[in-house]
C-alpha cells in the first residue's frame, strides 16, 4: 500500500492489488461514515422512551433491560436507522448511475419514470387486491421499476441513441405515471388513499427487522455492480463514441446498468416510498465533497443518499408529539439549503478557476 | 393415577384464566384478533368514529390519536368534550403522536391492551400489533349506517348493557321529539349538508342519520344527480353547487365543517353565501323555512350523544315552527 502521485498531481493510495483510491475520495468516505455513525448514535437516543447506545451496549453485553427500552430500541429505532439508511443508499446509488448514463445532472429514479413506474404498479395491487400478503410489495415494485426500464429501452432504442434521449423519453414517461397516480389517488376507496398518500410521502413507519432482511440483498447487490459498472460510467460520461473507443460495449451494457439502478430504486421505493429528490441530490452533494468520478462517485453517493435519510428521520422522531412532518419532508428541508448551498459552492468554485 | 389427576387440576387451574382472559374475533377487515375478555385500557385510532362512542359506552379510552401529551386536542374540536360534555372521560385520553405521524413508543408507553382503529388504518395494523391486539372497525358511508358502529364495539367490549340503556332513553326522546314535529314525518325527506369549501352531502353514518332515521324521516334519494357515490367516505360526499341549487328536501339540514371555530347558524350562512350568493332567496327549503342548523362537532360521530344533540336542535325548530 503506497502513496503516489496521479498523471493530475492529485495523491493516490495504491493498493497491493493494484486497486487505486484518491486520498481526496478516501477522507470524503472517512468523513461520511463518521457522519452516518454520528447521526446513528444521535438517532438511538432520540425518542419519547428514555433509552440510548449505553442501554443498547448494556442489551448486546447479555444484560436485562425493561420492555420499553427493548421495544424502543430494537421494534422502532435500530429498523428505522438501517431500514432509512439502505434505502437512502440505493436511491442515491442509483440516481448517480443514472446521472452518468444519461450525462445529465438532473437525472434521477423519479425523473426517468422508474419510481413511478414502482409506485403504479403497487398503488394498482393495493387498490385491485387490498387483502394481498405485504410480501409481494418489493417484487410489483421491482416489475413495475422494469416495465419502465423495458419501455425507455424500447423507446430509445437505436445506435444513434443518445443519453438526452433517455432523459427526455424518461421525463415523458414519468409524466404520464404521475397522471396515473393522481387517478388512483382520486378514485381508489378512502382507506386505500389514505395508506397510498401515507406512503407517497415517505415513511419510515412500517420499518421492521422482516423489511430489512427483505431489503439486505438488494442492499448487498448494490456493492458489486458499484465495483462492475463503475468503471465503465466514467466511460459513459465522455460519450458513447469515445466510451466504445475505451472498449466499453455500450449496446448492451446501458440497458444493463439501467437494469441494476432500477432494481436498487425499486427496492427503496418498496421500503420506504419514494423519496423524491434524493436521487439527484445525494450525488451533488458528494460531489462536493470530493469531485469524484466511477466507482468512488457511486459510493460517496451512496454514503450520503443513506446519512441525509437518517438525518431526515431524527427530524420527523424529534417533532413526532406535535407536528405532522413526513419523512420525504423533512428530507426535503435538511437536503435542499445543503444543496443550495453546495451549489453556491461550486459555482464559486468554478468561477476562481477561471 | 391420583398424581395425575392432581397434576391435571393444577395444570387447568394454571392455564384456564389465560385461556379465559382473552377470545378470538375476526375484525372488520375479516383479521382473526385475540382480544381481552374486558379491556381496560383501550386506544383509539379515531377520535369522532370510535373514540366518542366507546367513552359514551363507559369505557375511557386511554390514548386517542390527535392529542398532545396531556390530553389537549390538536384538532380545532376537542370532540369529548363537545359530544359527552359532562361524561366526557377523565382523565382526556393522551396523545399517541401528531396527525400523519404516529409515534410507537408514545403508544406503548400507555400499555394498551386492546388498539381499535377504523378500515382506514390497515396498512398500519401489523407494526401496530406489536404493541397490543388492533381490532378494525368498519366506519365508513357503505360500510356503517347511522350508530350500527357503536353497536358493533358494545358487543365488542361487552358493553351491550350499557348500549341497551342509552337505547331505551333515548328512543323516549325520539318519541317526545316526534309528538312535537309541525308534521308527520312518515314519508318526509331530509338531506344533510355539510359545508367546507365546498357543498358536501352527509353520507350513511353518524349520529344525525341515526336520529333522523328514527324520527321517521328518509334521506331524499341523491342518485342520478351528479353526486359521488361516496363508497368509502367516513362521513362527506362532494355535490355540485348547481345540482344542491335544485335540490328539494322536506327538511334541509345544514352545519359548517368542524375544522373551523365557528359554526352557529350565522356562520353557516355566510358560508354558503361564499359559494352559492343569494341562496337564501332561491333555494325552496329555504324560502319556506325548513331548514335546521347544526353544530358539526356535535352530532356528526356515531353515538346516542349525537343523535341526542340532533334531537334538541329538531325540537328547538318545531317549537320555533309551531
Known amino acids: ?354 | 393415577m391420583r398424581l395425575a389427576i392432581q397434576f391435571a387440576i393444577v395444570l387447568m387451574l394454571a392455564i384456564g384464566p389465560a385461556l379465559a382472559s382473552d377470545r378470538l374475533v375476526v375484525d372488520d377487515a375479516g383479521r382473526k384478533v385475540q382480544v381481552p375478555q374486558a379491556p381496560k385500557r383501550i386506544v383509539v385510532l379515531h377520535e369522532a368514529a370510535l373514540g366518542v362512542p366507546i367513552a359514551e359506552l363507559g369505557i375511557a379510552p386511554v390514548g386517542s390519536y390527535g392529542r398532545d401529551d396531556q390530553g389537549a386536542s390538536l384538532l380545532t374540536v376537542d370532540f369529548y368534550k363537545i359530544v359527552l360534555a359532562g361524561s366526557a372521560p377523565k382523565p382526556l385520553p393522551r396523545g399517541i403522536g401528531a396527525i400523519g405521524n404516529m409515534d410507537l413508543e408514545r403508544l406503548r408507553a400507555l400499555s394498551p391492551d386492546l388498539i381499535i382503529g377504523t378500515e382506514h388504518n390497515v396498512d398500519r395494523a401489523r407494526q401496530l400489533s406489536k404493541i397490543a391486539p388492533v381490532y378494525l372497525q368498519n366506519s365508513s358511508t357503505g360500510r356503517v349506517r347511522g350508530n350500527e358502529s357503536q353497536e358493533a364495539l358494545s358487543r365488542l367490549l361487552k358493553r351491550t348493557k350499557e348500549f341497551t340503556a342509552l337505547k331505551r332513553s333515548y328512543a323516549q326522546r325520539v318519541k317526545t321529539v316526534r309528538d312535537a314535529l309541525p308534521h308527520n314525518p312518515n314519508g318526509k325527506t331530509y338531506l344533510g349538508i355539510f359545508i367546507t369549501d365546498q357543498i358536501n352531502l352527509i353520507g350513511e353514518m353518524s349520529g344525525l342519520v341515526q336520529a333522523f332515521q328514527d324520527l321517521g324521516y328518509t334521506r331524499l334519494d341523491v342518485s342520478g344527480i351528479g353526486a359521488i357515490k361516496g363508497f368509502g367516505s367516513a362521513l362527506l360526499v362532494p355535490i355540485s353547487p348547481e345540482v344542491f341549487a335544485s335540490l328539494n328536501p322536506d327538511l334541509l339540514v345544514m352545519m359548517n365543517s368542524y375544522g373551523k371555530p365557528q359554526r352557529e347558524e350565522a356562520h353557516i350562512r355566510q358560508n354558503l353565501d361564499r359559494i352559492i350568493p343569494g341562496w337564501a332567496r332561491f333555494l325552496k327549503p329555504a324560502r319556506d323555512g325548513r331548514i335546521i342548523f347544526l353544530d358539526s362537532a356535535k352530532v356528526t360521530t356515531p353515538s346516542f350523544a349525537s343523535a341526542n344533540h340532533t334531537l334538541d336542535a329538531v325540537r328547538a325548530w318545531a317549537s320555533h315552527q309551531k
Open chain 1, 1 to 354: 500500500m503506497k502513496i503516489r502521485r496521479a498523471l493530475d498531481g492529485k495523491s493516490v493510495l495504491r493498493l497491493r492489488t493494484g486497486l487505486e483510491m484518491r486520498l481526496s475520495n478516501l477522507w470524503a468516505c472517512l468523513f461520511l461514515v463518521f457522519a452516518a455513525t454520528t447521526l446513528a448514535v444521535m438517532s438511538i437516543n432520540v425518542g419519547f422512551t428514555r433509552t440510548g447506545v449505553s442501554d443498547l451496549g448494556h442489551l448486546a453485553a447479555g444484560e436485562r433491560l425493561g420492555g420499553a427500552e427493548v421495544f424502543a430500541l430494537l421494534d422502532v429505532r435500530m429498523p428505522r436507522i438501517l431500514t432509512g439508511f439502505m434505502a437512502g443508499w440505493c436511491v442515491a446509488m442509483a440516481g448517480a448511475m443514472l446521472q452518468a448514463l444519461a450525462r445529465n445532472p438532473l437525472a434521477d429514479p423519479g425523473l426517468f419514470g422508474l419510481s413511478q413506474g414502482s409506485m403504479v404498479t403497487i398503488m394498482v395491487l393495493l387498490a385491485l387486491f387490498p387483502t394481498a400478503p405485504r410480501s409481494i410489495i418489493p417484487l410489483t415494485a421491482l416489475a413495475g421499476g422494469l416495465l419502465v426500464a423495458l419501455t425507455l429501452i424500447w423507446l430509445v432504442r437505436g445506435d444513434r441513441s443518445g443519453g438526452l434521449a433517455i432523459l427526455l423519453m424518461g421525463i415523458a414517461i414519468e409524466t404520464v405515471l404521475s397522471s396515473v397516480t393522481g387517478i388512483l389517488i382520486l378514485y381508489t376507496p378512502a382507506e386505500t388513499s389514505y395508506a397510498l398518500s401515507d406512503w407517497l410521502a415517505g415513511s419510515l413507519f412500517r420499518a421492521d427487522w422482516n423489511g430489512i432482511w427483505a431489503f439486505m440483498p438488494w442492499f448487498a447487490l448494490s456493492i458489486p455492480a458499484a465495483f462492475v459498472t463503475g468503471r465503465a460510467l466514467r466511460s459513459f460520461g465522455l460519450g458513447d463514441d469515445m466510451a466504445m473507443a475505451l472498449g466499453e460495449p455500450v449496446p448492451w451494457s446501458r440497458p444493463t446498468f439501467l437494469f441494476v439502478a432500477v432494481l436498487l430504486s425499486s427496492a427503496a421505493v418498496a421500503a420506504v416510498g419514494p423519496l423524491i429528490f434524493l436521487g439527484v441530490m445525494a450525488p451533488h452533494l458528494a460531489g462536493i465533497l470530493s469531485p469524484a468520478t466511477g466507482r468512488a462517485r457511486l459510493f460517496l453517493s451512496g454514503l450520503t443518499g443513506g446519512t441525509l435519510v437518517i438525518a431526515a428521520d431524527i427530524l420527523t422522531r424529534l417533532v413526532a408529539a406535535d407536528v405532522p412532518l413526513q419523512l420525504g419532508l423533512s428530507l426535503s428541508l435538511i437536503g435542499v439549503p445543503l444543496f443550495i448551498i453546495a451549489l453556491r459552492l461550486r459555482a464559486l468554485r468554478t468561477i476562481s478557476n477561471l
